[in-house]
């Protein structure tokens, strides 16, 4: 069975810090996987997607950046945290492109103050 | 822009009647319509899904009903249970491109 798991569960951050959040998919070769932000009470919005290792294709401009070194993980970062960058950030997965399920992972809740 | 616009905000039903939520979509290309459904604090759960050559799919108490030449679709969920609480989200894609476009969200609340 495939396990999708996020890191860190939350974070209270800085206004101007770093950060970086992983997902790591286990039991799955090739995912593609997804990076998706989630305002509080709010719509998701697709962030980034990647087919395979080294390829990162960005959906939306929020500044932050996202790679993926390995088959299994998927990264996403900035170097200068904003305020408007708090809420829940979800990594997901599926075995095709996006005319598939998506699998989403339990999700890491960002506060910036 | 919202190209996925979800109806209504929110919507409270009694245990057992029937639950419909309501998608509409602007971008004509979409043909493949995921419902997701998310409890507080967790990630989104695929709930059931319909492909644009579809007017209605079903699974068990929900149903799909499709209309391309309206570009609306609605989930109906009947016999509705408590544990039906939680928040619908109608989401949008097409076979050109590799983003998906989430709706606004539907808050469902099932008394008992």
């Known amino acids: 069975a495939q396990t999708i798991h996020q890191w860190p569960v939350a974070e209270i951050k800085a206004v101007g810090s770093p950060l970086s959040l992983g997902c790591t998919i286990k039991?799955?070769?090739?995912?593609?996987l997804y990076w998706y932000w989630q305002a509080t009470g709010g719509t998701l919005q697709q962030l980034f997607y990647s087919i395979t290792v080294g390829q990162v294709e960005s959906v939306v401009q929020l500044n932050l950046s996202a790679s993926r070194p390995k088959d299994d993980q998927f990264i996403l970062s900035t170097e200068k945290l904003l305020l408007s960058h708090s809420g829940f950030y979800l990594c997901?997965?599926?075995?095709?492109?996006?005319?598939?399920?998506?699998?989403f992972g339990p999700g890491t809740r960002l506060l910036v103050l | 822009q919202q190209q996925v616009r979800q109806s209504p905000q929110s919507l409270t039903v009694w245990e057992g009647e029937t639950a419909i939520l309501n998608c509409s979509y602007e971008n004509s290309a979409f043909d493949y319509f995921p419902w997701y459904q998310q409890f507080p604090g967790e990630g989104p759960a695929l709930l059931i899904a319909i492909r644009s050559v579809s007017d209605k799919k079903e699974d068990g108490r929900f149903t799909i009903f499709f209309n391309k030449r309206e570009k609306k679709l609605s989930l109906h969920i009947t016999d509705s249970q408590p544990g039906d609480s939680a928040t619908y989200f109608c989401?949008?894609?097409?076979?050109?491109?590799?983003?998906?476009?989430f709706g606004t969200g539907t808050r469902l609340q099932v008394l008992p």
């Open positions: 039991g799955k070769s090739s995912p593609n």
């Open positions: 997901a997965w599926s075995r095709h492109l996006n005319q598939d399920t998506q699998y």
């Open positions: 989401a949008a894609s097409s076979s050109n491109t590799n983003k998906v476009v």
